[in-house]
């Protein structure tokens, strides 16, 4: 089976089309690159996905990997995806060294460094599905073919007290995860 079939047989059984975005009701099926070329013009990257569907394409698609673009202390304090049941590894580089702080302008060289390439299924995630969308946008301006925002991020939202991992992300949805 190739690297294409499994990533949209994952994201199919999430009920999601290729790019990882609920189709329009009314619009006309295109062609899929036709429909990827519309959504990486409309959006600079192949789509967002939720967590649950993150972990299915992790499972399926053997050239998949996690980026996570959190900073260290981020990380460090909050925990991490744990993807050893899959026999994988997060990346880790941090998208800005610290909040408020400008784009990490060696980004893209440290996530090529770490062995992600560009014809990788990248999934991207940081906190809250913020930092990893921008994240995103860059890689794929830079030719890798396949980046995914993963939306809800590790914590998720903030809910109505102002805190978050409390009813999104891969901490709340019960994916692997660990902490030093």
Not at 24 to 34: G, L, W
Not at 55 to 62: A, G, R, S, V
Request: glycine letters at 8%; aromatic letters at 6%; charged letters at 25%.
């Amino acid at each position: 089976m190739t690297l294409a079939r499994l990533t949209r047989r994952a994201l199919r059984r999430a009920g999601l089309p290729p790019h990882g975005r609920p189709a329009p009701i009314t619009a006309p099926r295109r062609p899929y690159a036709a429909e990827r070329d519309a959504l990486m013009s409309e959006h600079g990257y192949a789509g967002d996905v939720s967590p649950d569907t993150a972990w299915e394409i992790l499972q399926d698609d053997p050239t998949a990997k996690l980026v996570d673009v959190r900073t260290e202390p981020e990380i460090t304090f909050v925990g991490l995806p744990d993807l050893g049941a899959l026999d994988k590894a997060v990346v880790t580089v941090a998208w800005k060294t610290y909040p408020g702080m400008a784009a990490n302008p060696r980004f893209v060289e440290e996530v090529a460094a770490a062995g992600v390439q560009p014809a990788d299924t990248v999934l991207l995630l940081c906190r809250s599905g913020q930092r990893s969308a921008a994240a995103a946008k860059a890689l794929s301006a830079r030719g890798f073919q396949r980046c995914y925002n993963v939306a809800e991020g590790f914590e998720g939202d903030k809910d109505a007290d102002g805190h978050r991992a409390s009813h999104n992300g891969w901490k709340v949805r019960g994916l692997p995860w660990s902490q030093d």
